[in-house]
Every structure is written in C-alpha cells, then in structure tokens.
C-alpha cells in the first residue's frame, strides 16, 4: 500500500498555517474561505473518495471556487495534507479521568487511535514518520505521555512505550485496511476467496504432510470466519503489548 508523501515545505509557512497565526481575511463577494473549512471539505472527500482524490482543484470545485482562490489560504497539497491530519488529531476522545490506572489509561490511547483509523483509514496512507507540527499534534503527545508519567519510566521509556503502543495500533488497521483494498480491487470477499481455495487447500492438508498446519490453520479459520480479523489481531497484540510494558514497570517498581 502506497504512502501519500509529503513533499518539501518551507517551515515557517507550514507552522503558520498549522497555528493559524497568518490567515487571509476571507474577500467579499465569494463563500466564505478559511484554513479550517478548506481542509474540513478535503476531509469530506478522502472519507468518501480515499485521499488519492483529495487535490487542490477537487477541493476548490467543492467549495465553488477556483484553485487559485485556495492557494491564498494553503499554499499545496503538502500543508494541506499536514492541515487535515492535525485537524483529526484534535477530535480524538481524550476523557480527563480513566479509572484502573496506568494500563487502563493506555488502553484508552490505543483503543482512541484505533478508533481514528477506523472513522478515517486514509490516514494510513498519510506518511506521518516526520511528525505534523501543529497544535494538535502537541496537546495529543502531551495527553498520551501524561498516561504513563509517574510510574518509574525514564522520559526516554515513555517516549518508547508510546511508540510501541501506537506503532501496534498503526500495524493493525493497516493489515485491516489491506484486505477491505484488497477485497474492492478484486471484487472477492474473504470469505469467497477462502471458498474458491478451499477444495484445493483440503486435498493437501489432508495428505498429513503439515499436521499442526493443518489444525492450527482450520481454528482460526473457524474462529475468524477468514483468513485474518483485525479487531482479534488488535486486541490480541495490544494486551500483549501492555503485559510487556507492565514487566518494565514492575521491574522499574522492584529497583526502586
């Protein structure tokens, strides 16, 4: 799956649109134009279209105006892109109290990201390992660091245990997003893929060559309803994730 990259921009523009700290006033005589409204209207068509169809020109003829009329306001696709992507991070569910502690209030993180991709899978195709800047971005960081603060981790280690909470989340629904791609572009759902295979996959399974293969293969099949499940795979991988983190905070506890 191809990732939508960013190409270069000059900083100080990119940071000024992100804070809003240089906005045109909008011209009379035309709709109404801001930062916020262009990229709401390109975030309405990436959920409807995927972010391939998100360009300057698509966005001003949603809006009723020409490509040049945006330009004023955002100067590409590029800070654009950075726009949107700091506008969704400010929507997510941050609740001010989670009870059960550390673990409970990391889980809460993972299961916000989560839901993020999910209401906007598009975003997986946004590079974001050189990070958006904006105010968003910030307040995000700043909220998840504050769940595993005060609990024997270095600034490094929670920096770290973001990283790895997060990272699972990213992994899980890009496979998750790989098979609805997959299944659009082959016009078969797992489940049909699964059926077209099946008659062939029982004659070689039933030769007892791959025994454990075989058994293994057939639960999770069974269990899943197909060859993959998004939400068991996320899940599953997140509180294994969370065990491993709860071995450094024990052992960060004993040695203090």
């Known amino acids: ?5 960013r190409s270069r921009v000059d900083p100080a523009r990119s940071l ?17 134009l801001s ?46 892109l950075d726009v949107i992507v700091d506008l969704l991070y400010g929507e997510m569910d941050r ?5 059960g502690g550390w673990r409970a209030r990391l889980e809460q993180v993972a299961r916000a990201n989560w839901a993020l991709y999910r ?5 997986l195709r946004v590079e974001t390992t050189r990070p958006v800047l904006g105010p968003n971005l910030l307040a995000k960081y700043d909220y998840e660091l504050r769940t595993v603060a005060d609990i024997g981790l270095s ?14 989340v990213r992994s899980a629904a890009r496979a998750g997003l790989e098979a609805v791609e997959l299944e659009r572009e082959t016009g078969m759902t797992d489940d049909q893929w699964w059926q077209s295979y ?7 399974m039933r030769s007892g060559t791959y025994p454990l293969a075989a058994r293994v293969g057939t639960a999770a099949g069974q269990a899943h309803g197909g ?30």
Not at 39 to 64: H, N, Q
């Open 119 to 123: 209401n906007h899978p598009w975003l």
């Open 155 to 168: 600034d490094v280690e929670m920096d770290a245990v973001l990283t790895l909470v997060l990272g699972h």
């Open 227 to 256: 060859p993959y499940a998004p939400e068991y795979a996320f899940e599953f991988g997140l509180q294994r994730v969370l065990d491993g983190i709860a071995v450094v905070v024990g052992q960060r506890s004993a040695g203090a």
């Open 198 to 204: 099946a008659p062939w996959l029982e004659k070689f």
């Open 95 to 99: 609740p001010a109290e989670v009870t």
């Open 1 to 5: 799956m191809a990732s939508e990259r």
């Open 16 to 32: 000024a649109i992100l804070w809003r700290t240089r906005e045109p006033a909008s011209r009379g005589g035309g709709p109404e």
């Open 35 to 80: 930062v916020d409204r262009i990229a709401r209207t390109a975030i309405g068509i990436a959920d409807r279209d995927g972010i391939d169809a998100v360009t300057m020109r698509r966005v001003g003829d949603e809006l009723g105006v020409g490509t040049m009329s945006l330009y004023t306001y955002v100067p590409g696709k590029a800070e654009l």
